[in-house]
């Protein structure tokens, strides 16, 4: 997606140029002099770097991401360090967020900070950004759209909406009611193998032990059964994130009282259903999830990392 | 947007300018513009020193106020602009010098408008301005200059700008850092594209339509009005013939007097004479003479008359001459002594002199009233006849010589029988005036040597027998006298003209720098209907106005032939053999594995999948075979890794199977059926 570089307001820089130029011009043709003539040429010859050397600069520069956070919550700001090769002017585009410099500074470091401020849950594993520069002589300034890819894939989460309390009020006749035991509550029965779903609460560290395989504690009443939270996604991204965002602040309202949830979602690879152990899974989960047969949220490119 | 909201919006005040350095390097950069100036004399020292004393105030003081500048300093910026254009114009129109008469107040509205505008700079727009002003100012000071010595002003502003620019990226991007790399890459730039317009461009030309500069310079009073003086250092001298052991006047050349002794021989010197911006080179000549005594010319032609005129003066007709051809513009800045003769291309037909009055002979030779000392500038166009070889040998009717005249410019002193029969036998195959010049010059060429040092000439001898007949060794005086006596013989009308040749073209100041040395003499030679031609036996003359790139190439070329060929070829040659093997070290041949790997990042790509940084190969291989539905790349990038991680090595033959087979992967299509029958690096 790297763009074509072009300068940007070009009109007034070249107006002027073009301008000077011409007066010089007539001033070396009506003097005769040679020297008017030679020190145009060198003036010509400093417009003519001044206005289209920043496209060369902005061609032969290179932009890389060294630092980012693994996990940030979609309208709060993250900050990521890159690196560029030649000083240029930053514009996140996908995701948005403020302008800022990279390059080398008068301290010598080539890297500098990026704020980012996503609009929208989803995975980055690449940044789209508006780049420009006006090296060496400030006269004109060039810009490009660039994709700059991230050493690792950046998970935006869904802001923490407001908990979907129909979802968690006690069914009729269903037997589990608002006095739920616990997860651990009930008559032990034994062990079993780890299956997906467990709470870390569960593991029977000593039967774990002797047999050699994670193994957690099996009571006698159902209480243990986690919540299933089925997650169908709009096709509109608005209304999606919406949706995960009430997901997010159901999932960290269960998981805050200690009950278990597994979340059913629709990726881009097909249907997943897993439990989440912690906000930061069903952040990641959220991040990944798109409408059934839709493309994944906020992702600026294909190769969404696992 | 209409026009009064652009305008509007161009002026709104921009983000005060926080940068020190790229005050102090526009402060330098405007600084070194007016003390060019005053190297020119456009503004006196004692104003520049108070005007970059002033600039140093001011943009103390508008860095001072860069936040909130006070409202009467924007008063007084326009109050003082507004001054220095009417002063300007005042003296504009006043001077009447023309356009000749800007230069000075144009130096001084500049330098103004920087002074006044240096309290008023708080943002980068206005010091890129003052950058911009100081730029005009040193066109100014480049349409004063005449020699090299501008180029270290033109150097020192030249650095300051570009740091001045530099620092303006500095600051808009926040405080950054040039390398040293882009630097290069800018100078070199610069330094391209400046070169490559200037051998591109052709060389100035002056416009005929303004008034032009005249000026006296150091010289002196001529004693005797009309008559020839010496050199401007020396106006009371009358000029006259040297003598062998007598001093040598104006570098050394004794011909620029009543008569041209050709058995002396002054020793001319290097020494800068004039130098002259005109459209095309030609010989300035000084006189001529028609009168020819076996030793010495003289010229017969009635004294010079007054002719009184402000410039610019127009000149009569010189006799014999058509005043029909392009017009040639020159001007001439006298820089050391000469005689007070006007030297111009032929022939002169307007002259911009700081005199009101000059002499002017029948032959065209101008004389000055005054002494031309240094710094002396005068104009002359001339209307240059240029006709065709084709058209001289086909002249005929139209203008014809006096009777008198054509006698004159036939007068041999002697028969010159042995001259004659030369010269009939040379030519007797020609059957125009103008081929028997070019045979005779020609037979002068092939049969005669050209040296400074030639024995004296024996009492009573005849210079043109003794030179054709003789040791046939002499210089331009020999030459042409020759060549004058033996045309004469034939019956075609000749005479000396003396002066100097076109000198050194300098491609950067657009002049011809002529030098004591470039003193020469020529004949010239009458046709109907055209007048007189020049023609030199003795030296070639270019025959276009040179471009100022052709000259620097000519100039370069010049230089590299001085440098020894064999130790610069083995430096040159060892030095590019040094690069290349650094080079190789460089970009050594991929290894296998890299093939593989790049084969497998190229296919990717094709398919939209780039490699993420943090993939491993064997991870992206597998991203790859998903999304192309097969699965080749993966045992590739297994054997790959297991050969750079694991440290087993295929054979090189499973290397070769393996790098071919990545090349055939990358090509196939998607979905397409892939290569699994054999896998020897399995």
Known sequence: MTSRVRPARPISPIAAAVLILGIWWLVAHNSGDGWVQALGDLVFGTLLVGIIGPAVFLRRARLEVINLPLDCVAGRVVDMQLRASTRVRVRPVAPAGAEGYIGPGRAGAPTGSLSLCPEYRGVYTHLVLDVATAAPFALQWWSRRVRVALPIALYVRPRTGAPDVTALAPREGAGDGADRPELNAGYPRGARPYRPGDTQRQVHWRATAHANELMVRESELPAAEPYVIALRLPADPDGAERMAERAQGTIALLLDRGDAVVLETDEEHGRVIAAVESARVAGRRLARAVAPGGVPAGASGPGVAP | ?682
């Not at chain 2, 107040?105 to 727009?125: E, K, Q």
């Open chain 2, 1 to 682: 947007m209409s026009v009064v909201e652009a305008i509007r919006r161009a002026n709104q005040p921009r983000p005060p300018e926080e940068s020190v350095r790229l005050r102090v390097a526009c402060t330098c950069t405007v600084g070194t513009a007016v003390a060019t100036c005053a190297s020119l004399d456009e503004v006196s020292w004692t104003t520049a020193l108070g005007a970059l004393a002033l600039i140093v105030v001011g943009m103390a003081f508008s860095y001072r106020t860069r936040v909130r500048p006070p409202g009467w300093i924007k008063l007084l910026v326009a109050g003082g602009a507004i001054a220095a254009c009417v002063f300007f114009f005042h003296s504009v129109t006043t001077s009447g010098q023309g356009v000749t008469g800007v230069e000075d107040p144009l130096t001084a509205l500049l330098v103004t408008v920087l002074v006044v505008h240096s309290f008023h700079v708080p943002a980068r727009r206005d010091l890129l301005f003052a950058v911009a002003a100081s730029a005009g100012l040193m066109a100014v000071g480049a349409a004063q200059a005449i020699d090299l010595g501008f180029g270290l002003y033109v150097i020192a502003w030249m650095c300051f700008g570009i740091w001045s620019l530099m620092e303006m990226w500095l600051s808009a991007s926040g405080g950054g850092r040039m390398s040293i790399a882009g630097i290069i890459t800018a100078l070199v730039g610069m330094t391209a594209a400046a070169g490559g317009v200037f051998f591109v461009l052709p060389a100035p030309a002056v416009a005929v339509r303004f008034d032009f500069l005249a000026h006296a310079g150091a010289g002196g009073v001529i004693p005797v009005p009309g008559a020839l003086a010496g050199d401007g250092s020396e106006p009371g001298q009358l000029a006259k013939a040297g003598t062998p052991g007598g001093p040598t006047r104006i570098g050394g050349y004794l011909g620029f007097a009543k008569a041209l002794d050709t058995a002396l021989r002054g020793s001319l010197s290097q020494q800068l004479v004039m130098m002259v911006r005109a459209q095309r080179p030609s010989y300035w000549v000084g006189e001529t003479f028609d009168h020819w005594n076996g030793r010495s010319w003289t010229s017969t032609t009635p004294a010079a008359r007054p002719v009184r005129q402000s410039s610019p003066i127009v000149l009569p007709v010189p006799e014999g001459n058509v005043p029909l051809g392009p017009s040639d513009l020159q001007t001439f800045y006298v820089l050391g002594s000469t005689a007070d003769l006007v030297f111009h291309a032929e022939s002169a037909s307007q002259l911009w002199f700081p005199a009101p009055k000059v002499y002017v002979a029948d032959d065209g030779t101008v004389v000055s009233p005054i002494g031309l000392g240094k710094g002396a500038i005068y104009t002359v166009n001339s209307v240059v006849s240029a006709p065709t070889p084709d058209e001289l040998r086909h002249a005929a009717g139209g203008l014809s010589l006096p009777v008198a005249s054509e006698a004159a410019y036939l007068q041999l002193p002697h028969p010159y029988t042995r001259a004659h029969a030369l010269a009939a036998r040379v030519t007797s195959k020609a059957h125009d005036t103008y081929d028997k010049v070019e045979a005779l010059i020609a037979w002068i060429g092939a049969h005669t040597s050209y040296s400074l040092d030639i024995p004296p000439l024996p009492a009573g001898a005849d210079t043109v027998n003794e030179f054709l007949f003789g040791n046939r060794v002499g210089f331009c005086e020999q030459i042409s006298t020759s060549l004058t006596v033996m045309l004469r013989s034939l019956g075609i009308p000749a005479r000396e003209a003396v002066g100097y040749v076109p000198g050194s073209y300098n491609p950067v100041t657009d002049l011809y720098q002529i030098r004591a040395d470039d003193a020469h003499a020529w004949v010239q030679v009458w046709f109907p209907h055209f007048g007189w031609q020049s023609f030199d036996p003795t030296a070639v003359v270019a025959p276009e106005n040179p471009s100022p790139g052709i000259v620097a190439l000519h100039d370069i070329g010049h230089a590299l032939r001085q440098v020894p060929p064999l130790p610069t070829g083995t430096a040159v040659g060892a030095a590019t053999l040094v690069a290349l093997g650094l080079r190789w070290r460089r970009r050594r041949p991929a290894t296998w594995a890299e093939r593989v790997a790049r084969s497998a990042e190229r296919a990717g790509r094709r398919v939209g999948l780039p490699r993420l940084p943090s993939q491993t190969l064997i991870e992206y291989a597998a991203v790859v075979d998903a999304r192309r539905g097969a699965s080749g790349w993966t045992p590739l990038a297994r054997a790959v890794e297991a050969s750079a991680y694991g440290g087993r090595h295929p054979s090189l033959s499973q290397q070769r199977q393996m790098v071919t087979a990545a090349r055939r992967l990358r090509h196939r299509r998607s979905h397409g059926r892939l290569p699994t029958a054999r896998r020897p690096w399995e």
